[in-house]
């Protein structure tokens, strides 16, 4: 109930006022929750490292990519968790590096366990405008609006998140990114800023039977003055040790299904390693000139081989 009431203090916590997405969508978010939630850290028993690849709408020119690596360490006593997040993204002669710190604290209540987490984030912005791909109608170098230079932007940010887990389910909330810091390279204006961002997740993980697990999870997103969209998925495990899932992507324009139909296959190739890929397949008037997304996941947890692992009550979350 503690839980649940927190979720709604910091939903309607939102500001009326909604100025474009910008935090990186992810396809494979059930592996990757760190980058999204500050909340999760200290919630792998050991120390896990992940490393992930992104191609958003593969073909088109100048589409967007993004490289991430996060490090969750594990908890120091028993109610302390930190980790840490370093994320590439470009688009276009754009890109965006961060560098961020995120802190959690545990409550336990029964078999669950509330953790509330905040992070520091500093992102460097930078704009290349030497770039050879750019082009204009007239000649770029007579258009005194388009500077000449590499322009570049460092900026701090805070955000704030809650997430409660037991053995078989889990539900979260998060605000990223909460300082709506100006973005332009321009000091004498303030026209583009960080949007804020509310990223809600939830899901939960039934056995079938002694091979076949079934694990439905969902991803809401909200930004400021963008559609609301969230990422709906059902996952089967077989064995414990393959997964396969589809999700169902919301967005595209006025006429589109969704934004993508996604499909996800992972392997825990041992109790240290596990991969996976996925391949969206664009629904949107995007899929004319694009050929989906692709993305690659690779974790590796340092779990010391003097341990026997036994397990007698497994989590997933």
């Not at 593969?58 to 028993?78: D, E, H, V, Y």
């Not at 998060?174 to 949007?195: G, H, Q, V, Y």
Request: hydrophobic fraction near 40%.
């Amino acid at each position: 109930m503690r839980a649940i009431l927190l979720f709604v203090i910091l939903i309607n916590w939102l500001p009326v006022m909604l100025t474009g997405q910008q935090q990186q969508m992810y396809t494979q978010f059930m592996y990757n929750k760190l980058s999204l939630n500050p909340a999760f850290a200290g919630n792998d028993p050991h120390t896990c490292l992940t490393l992930l690849y992104r191609d958003q709408w593969n073909g088109f020119p100048g589409a967007p990519k993004a490289q991430l690596a996060t490090l969750n360490l594990p908890r120091i006593g028993s109610k302390i968790g930190l980790g840490f997040n370093f994320e590439r993204q470009s688009i276009g002669i754009s890109e965006k590096i961060t560098y961020e710190l995120a802190y959690a604290y545990k409550f336990f209540f029964g078999d669950g366990t509330l953790s509330m987490g905040m992070n520091v984030s500093g992102r460097n912005f930078t704009q290349d405008f030497t770039d050879p791909r750019l082009f204009a109608i007239q000649d770029i170098f007579m258009d005194p609006s388009i500077p000449q230079t590499i322009q570049s932007r460092n900026l701090l940010n805070a955000g704030f998140g809650v997430y409660f887990n037991t053995n078989n389910y889990f539900i979260g909330a998060s605000l990223p990114r909460m300082i709506r810091n100006d973005l332009d390279f321009d000091t004498n204006t303030f026209l583009s800023t960080e949007a804020r961002h509310l990223m809600v997740m939830g899901g939960g993980s039934f056995l079938v039977n002694d091979g076949l697990r079934l694990t439905p999870q969902v991803l809401m997103r909200a930004a400021e003055n963008s559609p609301f969209t969230f990422d709906i998925n059902m996952s089967a495990t077989f064995d414990e040790k393959y997964m396969a899932g589809l999700t169902y992507r919301t967005g595209g324009a006025g006429n589109d299904i969704g934004e993508s139909l996604d499909i996800i296959f992972s392997f825990q190739i041992s109790e240290r390693i596990m991969l996976g890929f996925a391949h969206d397949i664009t629904l949107s008037k995007l899929r004319t000139i694009d050929n989906g997304s692709l993305e690659m996941i690779l974790s590796y947890c340092f779990i010391p081989r003097r341990i026997k692992t036994v397990i007698v009550n497994p989590r997933y979350f």
